[in-house]
């Protein structure tokens, strides 16, 4: 069985369940007996003829856990994968065991996104293969596209990736590496990450936004820091960034640590969040580390540790704040607590991770080296710690420690090192799971309540996460390749021809008249407003989803976000950098309903007329594709 399987306990860990009397059991007193445990669940069945692993290994590097909001028997892991054994994919948690669920959209360090009970999203690699840029550049995979899963809205139908969502790569509009997202809701979704290209006009970090249909960009163009973290509080979503010298600014202002994500609909849709009780005097905003996130029932934390100390500058120091719900932001370890204490907390480490115990209203962090967290969070090229023990801490409201410094996982004898903590995700009280550098799950629970978990078996139970995932769709947003020859006919047929498929302008036979589908885009005009901003009308057929690309040389110079329109006559406005004026234009456009077919005879109506001429490009401008 595969729940039985799953359950593969280590020696120390059947100790826990007995006695409960480890140094970190007794550490944990006040969190109703509740203590840690190595629980790695069994590698995925092997292919035919190939013997079992006769032990359980690393998943890989696991870059997120999360839960279905308020369901601790539902969640999902994404990892890198450990070749050959475990692939790069999803697995997911039932309630009793985790197993795996899908073989793709795996991810070097991605993440865990969940829109609804049967609906989340994953940060993930790209698939290898895009055209190269030239000059030897290969194309970038890391974290840079989307997978969306969902139930298609059977009761009972499986689990699948519904869409796949990717852009060209080397292009000022391509999609940078993503390491952050949130959902308010299944139609107004987040993902953020590294700054924008600096070849491109616009400054700002990387963000795209899901409306329910479509995905656009809309980065925030105030601060180009990277964008780390990212946590749902109080009907807003909020995300933190790394500061560093050199990201590209356009406000004079002190950098926001954090950012404030707005609904849809608000006024604003970025809010910089400055006023933070972090830093001491003399303390650089670029000392400190971005901040991990992570809400609770009934306030939001953020902790981090110091990054490397610039010029000029005191070093930064482990620090969390909390901020309550309804309240203002607190500090709970750093600067201030160290000058009334005289003690640092937790000296030559920094934080990992971080994640609320919902009941309690404390919080756990995950402790890690410097240098060997900087190796797991990386890029890649460095190995974390092979020989590291995970460390833990348990933090209360008020600032207190759950024991006098951070506990080593597992703290018996017999149990080998697993890697430092990585990846922290709390679903309930006294009900957290943590994952080590090297793909290793340790499980904090209460030895009773485990065992009559186990004994009733309190399955998920929903079929749709049953089956194992394996196709992976189309990536929207990348050029069909069309190839340049017919498919084998493999019908069995004889004789039965193969039709090439159908363009967007098929001309339909009836008895009656010869019709014929009008263009999506129509009437198209444009004119320079304020001088450099391009302003372009048109008609739309139906409602559609349209961006325009402005391009020099086949470089991309500009481009809009992509825009939902309704039916009709539309207008959107690009700015452009005289420096580095447009020879063509470009529309990506995608419809939305199917477009409505005119006789033939009606030829008048299907008239694309366009007006495009710029002062400063000489003349009428090509290239315009409706």
């Known amino acids: 069985m595969r729940i039985l399987r799953g359950m593969l306990v280590s020696a120390v860990a ?9 140094a970190a059991a007794q550490g944990l007193a006040d969190d109703a007996g509740a203590a840690w445990r190595l629980e790695q669940p069994a590698p995925p069945p092997p292919e035919p003829g190939v013997p079992e692993a006769p032990a359980p290994i690393g998943l890989g590097r696991i870059g997120d856990i999360e839960f279905a909001p308020g369901m601790p028997n539902r969640g999902a892991l994404i990892t890198a994968g450990n070749p050959p054994t475990i692939p790069a994919g999803v697995w997911e948690f039932n309630g009793v065991s985790w197993h795996e669920l899908s073989t793709v959209c795996g991810a070097s360090d991605g993440r865990i996104v969940w829109a609804g009970p049967e609906e989340f999203w994953t940060i993930s690699d790209g698939r290898p293969g895009q055209a190269s840029g030239g000059e030897g550049r290969i194309p970038p995979t890391r974290d840079n596209t989307l997978c969306r899963f969902s139930n298609p809205g059977h009761k009972g139908e499986p689990l699948r990736v519904m869409e796949s969502f990717a852009a060209p790569a080397f292009e000022v509009d391509s999609y940078q590496a993503m390491n952050a997202g949130g959902c308010l809701n299944a139609n107004d979704c987040w993902f953020a990450g590294e700054p924008l290209p600096p070849e491109g006009v616009e400054t700002g970090s990387f963000h795209v936004h899901w409306n329910g249909s479509a995905l656009g960009e809309a980065p925030y163009p105030a601060e180009g820091h990277p964008v780390e973290s990212m946590q749902r509080f109080e009907g807003r979503l909020y995300e933190s960034a790394r500061i560093a010298q050199g990201d590209r600014v356009e406000t004079q202002e002190e950098p926001a640590p954090l950012h404030v994500i707005n609904p849809e609909g608000a006024a604003n849709v970025f809010e910089g969040v400055r006023e933070l009780p972090l830093y001491e005097p003399e303390e650089f905003p670029t000392a400190l580390d971005f901040l991990h996130l992570s809400a609770g029932e009934e306030s939001l934390w953020a902790a981090a540790g110091a990054q490397t100390t610039p010029a000029g500058s005191k070093p930064g120091q482990v620090t969390i704040v909390r901020h309550p719900a309804g309240g203002g932001w607190r500090q709970i370890l750093g600067p201030e607590k160290t000058a009334e204490s005289g003690k640092e907390p937790f000296p030559g480490e920094t934080i990992s991770a971080i994640a609320a115990e919902p009941g309690n209203e404390s919080a756990w962090i995950g402790l890690d080296a410097p240098q060997d967290y900087r190796a797991a969070s990386g890029p890649g090229g460095e190995e974390p710690s092979t020989t590291a023990f995970a ?4 933090v209360a409201p008020n600032g207190a420690i759950s024991s006098e410094d951070s506990q080593t996982l597992p ?4 149990v080998g090192p697993k890697g430092a903590a990585f990846v922290l995700s709390c679903p309930g009280p006294h009900d957290c799971w943590l994952a080590t550098t090297h793909g290793w799950l340790f499980h904090l629970s209460n030895p009773q309540e485990r065992s009559e978990k186990e004994q009733g078996l309190t399955l998920d139970g929903d079929q749709a996460f049953e089956t194992l995932i394996v196709e992976r769709p189309p990536d929207k947003g990348l050029p069909v390749v069309v190839p340049d020859t017919l498919p084998p006919d493999d019908s069995g047929l004889l004789g039965e021809l193969t039709t090439p498929p159908p363009s967007s302008l098929e001309v339909f036979s009836h008895k009656e008249e010869s019709r014929i589908q009008v263009p999506l885009l129509s009437h198209v005009h444009s004119r320079l407003v304020h001088g450099s901003t391009l302003e372009l009308r048109f008609h739309l057929a139906v409602r559609a989803h349209i961006k325009l690309v402005a391009q020099r040389k086949k470089r991309v110079v500009a481009s809009t976000p992509m825009h ?22 470009e529309f990506q456009t995608h419809a939305l309903a199917p477009l409505p077919t005119v006789s033939l005879n009606q030829s008048n109506e299907t008239t694309v007329s366009t007006s495009l001429r710029f002062p400063h490009a000489g003349g009428a401008l090509s290239g315009l594709l409706p």
């Open 14 to 22: 059947a100790a826990l369940l007995v006695g409960a009397t480890s």
């Open 391 to 394: 460390k833990v801490a348990r």
């Open 411 to 414: 703290s018996e004898p017999g």
């Open 564 to 585: 939902t329109f309704a039916a009709g006559n539309r207008s959107l406005q690009l700015r452009l950098d005289p420096k580095r004026w447009p020879t063509k234009l």
